[in-house]
């Protein structure tokens, strides 16, 4: 017996109050897994779908019921007006993180600069620059391998030579010192903090940061002084209320003209420190 799209439509309307969002997600995992147009959406309620997509649709809303975040379930996410592929061993990117990528850019006095983009994850960052930066050589480190996976690909996606993963804790293991920036979205939730409930299925690892959510800007700050040119800058994005410590781990790491920039809701997001 054959199924039309309408069958599923009311289906995903019904589960609406105990899944919020998934009819935006729905018409969206429509859209991009199944190409559909949103002409069939809307108005094709008696368009009869395949086997194969029942079995798609079905996956959609088994995972769905999970909580697993429709980026996931599509490998597929959107940053600084790109797709990168993702999974959950990297984080999902967020809005905000594009503002890193945006203050690279003002303060880039050189066509060439070299950037060394710590825990690189997907790659979303590290990539936006080398492609933005005309002439740039963006060193994309991570410490995990699987993360090192998705940023390859995400690399051979965009054809991006000027990018360059590599494997290591920071920058303990990368012998260049002559870095123009150094840019880093680095873990920073306690292990206590509420609001990791709303992330189980991001890796940990790339979230959680020992004393209090302090421990990897420390790490990287001293790290960092020691890796940049003369001049060279030190941008972190952190916590909504980590901006006066962050300052504060930055000051005491010899770091001159520090300054704090706003997110697009108004919070204090991004730190920025010159060597």
């Known amino acids: 017996m054959s199924i039309s799209i309408e069958t599923y439509k009311r289906k995903i309307s019904s589960l609406e109050s105990s899944i919020p969002g998934i009819s935006k ?30 079995k798609k649709i079905e996956d959609f809303i088994s995972l769905s019921r999970n909580k697993t975040p429709i980026e996931y379930i599509l490998n597929d996410s959107e940053f600084y007006g790109r797709s ?6 990297v984080l999902i990117p967020r809005d905000e993180t594009e503002l890193i990528v945006d203050l690279v850019k003002e303060y880039s006095a050189s066509n060439n600069p070299k950037i060394a983009d710590l825990g690189t994850g997907s790659g979303c960052i590290g990539i936006s620059l080398a492609i933005e930066i005309t002439g740039s050589l963006v060193i994309g480190i991570d410490s995990s391998l699987d993360a090192l996976e998705v940023a390859n690909r995400n690399k051979n996606l965009h054809k991006t030579s000027n990018f360059e993963p590599r494997k290591s804790n920071w920058l303990e293991g990368i012998k260049d010192n002559d870095f123009d920036f150094i840019v880093s979205n680095p873990p920073y939730i306690s292990s206590s903090d509420e609001h990791l409930k709303d992330l189980i299925h991001e ?11 302090y421990s990897d800007f420390k790490k990287i700050s001293t790290q960092a002084y ?17 901006a006066n410590k962050v300052n504060e781990i930055m000051q005491s790491n010899y770091f001159n003209q520090i300054k704090n920039f706003k997110d697009y809701q108004g919070h204090p997001r991004i730190t920025i420190g010159i060597k």
């Open 25 to 54: 997600n729905f018409r969206f995992f429509l859209k991009k897994s199944l190409n559909y147009s949103d002409l069939n959406i809307i108005l094709e309620n008696e368009i009869n779908i395949s086997e194969a997509e029942v």
């Open 84 to 89: 990168f592929y993702v999974d959950s061993r």
């Open 226 to 242: 020691k890796k940049l040119k003369k001049g060279g800058i030190l941008i972190f994005e952190h916590g909504y209320n980590q």
């Open 203 to 213: 890796p940990k690892k790339a979230l959680i940061s020992s004393e209090n959510g």
